[in-house]
């Protein structure tokens, strides 16, 4: 179930208690008033089933209640209560299943948002992966996957291209490019003071890796797994099973490949550093077009059951 606190004009809150009390899945209904300061207005409060929730908000953004008031949703991790039973029975489809698509730019557009803590935790995991490169460790590698954080801004540019929000799109785009651009070149640095002081050597990098040489040899194994990889974590977004996006995040080479071209560039290695390019890009591509495609289908997923209802 999802909570609702809404500020309305008070003469638009019998339009919006109208569009509550018509919108199936709907219960708890409270109407407060006069209670709202600022914005001044009356305070509407209603609890309404997951699967529901989407198409109540916007009819809710419909009336310009985003504009002249407030909406604010809350998540309701329990709630004990017969009305709250049948109202997520009447509702259709499941829960789980549902796609809040007003949550879900809002999401996209904190996570896109290129910024100092993106950058360093994109430049750290490039770090500790360019340490797995040379040393060979495939714990470094799975390790490095987990920190680095560039499935936000491709769930942002999967999200503005199904919505057509050209401003996320350009936001997520910007934050990938520039946040892969600076963690390569700080990881350049990085390998430069590692082999001054006799850490990192063109011979370990060279060598032959059993357990890492997968990140500069791109195959279409990498897309496969790249696209059941964007439709896992796109599917975790959307139904807010978070825990699923760290198993996406081990899934797929991204950081590991830009750390293994950046310490390749150093070493004047270009074999290894335009495979490793490609092997991101191909990686890239793959989720941005699984998370496209699966949002699209949930998208027409959910049309179609409310034309049901």
Same mark, same amino acid.
């Given at each position: 179930?999802?909570?609702?606190?809404?500020?309305? #004009?008070?003469?638009?809150?019998?339009?919006?208690?109208?569009?509550?009390?018509?919108?199936?899945?709907?219960?708890?209904?409270? %109407?407060? &008033?006069?209670?709202?300061?600022?914005?001044?207005?009356?305070?509407?409060?209603?609890?309404?089933?997951?699967?529901?929730?989407?198409?109540?908000?916007? $009819?809710?953004?419909?009336? !310009?209640?985003?504009?002249?008031?407030? +909406?604010?949703?809350?998540?309701?991790?329990?709630?004990?209560?017969?009305?709250?039973?049948?109202?997520?029975?009447?509702? &259709?489809?499941? =829960?789980?299943? *549902? %796609?809040?698509?007003? $949550?879900?730019?809002?999401?996209?557009?904190?996570?896109?948002?290129?910024?100092?803590?993106?950058?360093?935790?994109?430049?750290?995991?490039?770090?500790?992966?360019?340490?797995?490169?040379?040393?060979?460790?495939?714990?470094?590698?799975?390790?490095?996957?987990?920190?680095?954080?560039?499935?936000?801004?491709? *769930? !942002?540019?999967?999200?503005?291209?199904?919505?057509?929000?050209?401003?996320?799109?350009?936001?997520?785009?910007?934050?990938?490019?520039? =946040?892969?651009?600076?963690?390569?070149?700080?990881?350049?640095?990085?390998?430069?003071?590692?082999?001054?002081?006799?850490?990192?050597?063109?011979?370990?990098?060279?060598?032959?890796? #059993?357990?890492? =040489?997968? +990140?500069? *040899? &791109?195959?279409?194994?990498?897309?496969?797994?790249?696209?059941?990889? !964007?439709? *896992?974590?796109?599917?975790?977004?959307?139904?807010?099973?978070?825990?699923?996006?760290?198993?996406?995040?081990?899934?797929?080479?991204?950081?590991?490949?830009?750390?293994?071209?950046?310490?390749?560039?150093? @070493?004047?290695?270009?074999?290894?550093?335009?495979?490793?390019?490609?092997?991101?890009?191909?990686?890239?591509? =793959? +989720?941005?077009?699984?998370?496209?495609?699966?949002?699209?289908?949930?998208? @027409?997923?959910?049309?179609?059951?409310?034309?049901?209802?």
């Amino acid at each position: 179930m999802l909570h609702l606190r809404l500020i309305t #004009p008070a003469d638009r809150t019998d339009e919006v208690v109208r569009l509550i009390e018509t919108t199936i899945g709907t219960t708890h209904l409270v %109407v407060l &008033p006069g209670a709202a300061r600022a914005p001044a207005g009356d305070l509407v409060l209603c609890d309404v089933a997951r699967e529901a929730g989407d198409g109540l908000i916007a $009819g809710l953004r419909r009336l !310009g209640l985003d504009d002249t008031g407030s +909406i604010a949703v809350e998540t309701i991790d329990l709630s004990l209560s017969r009305r709250a039973d049948k109202a997520e029975a009447d509702a &259709p489809g499941e =829960g789980a299943d *549902a %796609v809040l698509w007003e $949550g879900l730019t809002d999401a996209t557009h904190e996570e896109s948002t290129l910024s100092v803590t993106y950058v360093a935790f994109i430049t750290l995991a490039t770090m500790i992966a360019a340490c797995g490169v040379v040393l060979d460790n495939a714990v470094l590698i799975v390790g490095a996957m987990a920190v680095g954080p560039e499935f936000g801004p491709l *769930a !942002g540019v999967c999200t503005a291209l199904v919505q057509r929000h050209p401003r996320l799109a350009w936001r997520s785009l910007i934050a990938l490019l520039v =946040g892969f651009a600076a963690a390569m070149a700080l990881t350049s640095a990085f390998s430069v003071l590692m082999d001054a002081v006799g850490l990192f050597s063109k011979a370990e990098l060279e060598a032959d890796r #059993p357990n890492t =040489g997968f +990140i500069y *040899a &791109p195959d279409w194994f990498s897309f496969v797994v790249a696209v059941l990889a !964007g439709i *896992a974590g796109t599917l975790s977004l959307t139904s807010a099973k978070s825990g699923a996006l760290v198993g996406v995040a081990i899934s797929v080479t991204t950081v590991p490949a830009a750390a293994n071209a950046a310490v390749a560039l150093v @070493y004047g290695d270009t074999g290894q550093t335009a495979r490793s390019s490609e092997q991101l890009l191909l990686n890239l591509l =793959g +989720i941005v077009v699984a998370g496209t495609l699966t949002l699209l289908a949930q998208k @027409y997923f959910w049309a179609r059951q409310r034309q049901r209802a």
